[in-house]
């Protein structure tokens, strides 16, 4: 018992040490001389919230072939393969209506992501809510969004450019090209996880009944 014990201590110390030089890393290279902008560690928790850290809860009507959803989120996922406890498809439409306040919020009160992203609004919070996805796979209660976009991003597009230039002795603004740079690779960070992190949505009908009922975690049927 005490060598399990033991042994559980070891991986968690292993875990919390890779995680702090993770943190550790990941903010160096966000990290400017004047230390201001963004660290990329906010950026990236800042999308893994939006992701699946947020409870992105729905109720599903399921059919063969679609899954529309109803709460945090709003929209349908297509698919072409359905089997007993899996389903494969390519498209899905929905809007962020949960996030959309959380990103409003962060987006004004917090000065890393408000440096990386500029003001967003709750328009515009709006706005940037409606995400189509290439890759839906559903297992139980659980679906994953893989290869998205929010389809009306060049309507408001994200950023404050005037946040890299500074004063010179002069008074003359000219660009700081640490903090531009700290600004061009949060960007990147912000589009490419969005991009690629899959979105996570669960529905709590099914999950209830599986647990209810004794079901397998992978069961989709309600019947």
């Known amino acids: 018992m005490f060598l399990v014990d033991s042994n559980k201590f070891k991986l968690m110390k292993k875990i919390i040490i890779f995680l702090f030089f993770t943190n550790l890393k990941l903010d160096i290279i966000g990290k400017n001389t004047k230390k201001e902008g963004c660290g990329v560690t906010n950026m990236v928790f800042y999308v893994l919230a939006n992701k699946g850290l947020l409870p992105n809860v729905n109720y599903t009507k399921s059919y063969k072939y679609c899954d529309f959803y109803f709460g945090a989120s709003n ?3 297509l698919y072409f393969i ?3 406890k899996f389903k494969l498809g390519f498209f899905s439409f929905r809007h962020q209506s949960l996030n959309m306040f959380f990103n409003a919020l962060v987006c004004k009160f917090d000065k890393n992501i408000h440096f990386a992203l500029g003001i967003i609004d709750f328009l515009g919070a709006f706005i940037l809510g409606f995400y189509v996805s290439g890759v839906n796979i559903k297992f139980g209660p659980i679906s994953l969004n893989f290869i998205e976009f929010p389809i009306f991003a060049p309507l408001c597009p994200i ?3 005037a946040n890299y230039y500074k004063k010179d002795s002069n008074g003359n603004e000219v660009v700081d090209e640490d903090l531009k740079k700290n600004l061009v690779i949060n960007q990147n960070v912000y589009f490419w996880m969005t991009l690629f992190v899959p979105n ?5 009908c099914q999950l209830i009944y599986n647990i209810k009922n004794k079901k397998s975690f992978f069961n989709m049927s309600r019947s």
């Open 75 to 77: 929209g349908l996922d």
């Open 82 to 84: 359905n089997k007993e």
């Open 159 to 161: 950023g404050d450019w």
């Open 200 to 204: 996570v949505k669960i529905d709590i």
